[in-house]
């Protein structure tokens, strides 16, 4: 009998390594610190938690589709057209779906060295080819990211502030990006971590994608939103770039609760402000407290910082220490920082929990 070969997957998915997001004990784990994934040390809003809770009651019927309602209620916040926004399960899938919109096998995808991880996903999830700029201290090298651009150029991915760094780049470098980008090239700027800030002079993208054509903003409500478990994403751009990203986004990718809840968080002003005010004061808590024990803590916009140690080993070492004792960072060797453990800003007694326990590892 003759055998038939099996279905082969696109060759260009071969050298692509699948997403793994930061180990946290499992989510029922009780005595468990968990600051590997960047998650509100809050929580939701009260306000959220009781709308999700309301919208349960009718999970029987599909969500909205075009998601309606959130749309208008991120146009009202922010003064936005509600027809130049898309929503997707987290801001993750719009990542993911530019490539597939805008690139053919061979063209190229820019993102600099130490940007987020589904970034270069994105690129051999189509076929595309991602190019890793080097960052100058951790930071987005706008003169490099520029010199990088070549004909097969199609899309530039930018998180500002970005992960797994915490830097940030001036509104007038992001300008200058843009100002050198050819016209045809998608810039992509991900405001994930946007709402950590509270600066006049920091733009997340809104006025960059009002602007032009070739620019798509992105946000999520997954962190200091506290919306994580949901999956709400949103992205901001030229009508054209939405109905690419509306033809084959998935057709309910919002959940009903979902919606629900980032409507309440969205109105709720006092809680965001709480967040953001916590994670601010415990940011430089854990900051002081890290350069005190002789470590590198790059300085950070967002909910993490990102710290360096003496070596790969000692880094390695460190993380598996806080593990056996129930706390879990982020330790990043497949992103060429290996001598590094991202910690995110968790509450008052994770931070503490998170500061004793360092101490004790690294006492000589």
Known sequence: MTSTPAPRANHWLDDLVAYKPGKHGGPRQANVVRLSSNEAALGPSPKAIEAAQGAVETMHR??????TALRDALARKHGL???????????????QLCPIAYCVPGDEVIHSQYGFMVYEISARRAGAVPIAVPEKAFTADVDAMLAAVTGKTRIVY???PNNPTGTRLPQSDIERLHAGLPSHV???LDG???????????????ALASANQNVLMTRTFS???????????WGYGDPAIIDALNKIRGPFNVTTAGMAAAIA????????????EHNTHWRGVLFAALEEMGLQPIPSHANFILTRFESEAQASTVNQALVDQGIFVRHLPNMGL??????GIGTQAETEALVKALKGVLKP
């Open 223 to 233: 962190k200091l939103y506290g919306l994580a478990g949901e999956r709400i994403g």
């Open 186 to 188: 998608l810039l992509v």
């Open 81 to 95: 057209d509600a027809d130049k926004i898309v929503c997707g399960t987290g801001s993750d899938e719009l990542l």
């Open 62 to 67: 599909y969500a909205d589709g075009p998601a």
């Open 158 to 160: 930018l998180a500002n």
């Open 265 to 276: 968080s969205l109105e709720d002003d006092a809680w965001l402000a709480r967040a953001r």
């Open 338 to 343: 290996g001598d590094c453990l991202r910690m």
């Open 192 to 206: 994930a971590y946007a709402e950590c800030l509270d600066d006049p002079d920091y733009d997340p993208g809104i």
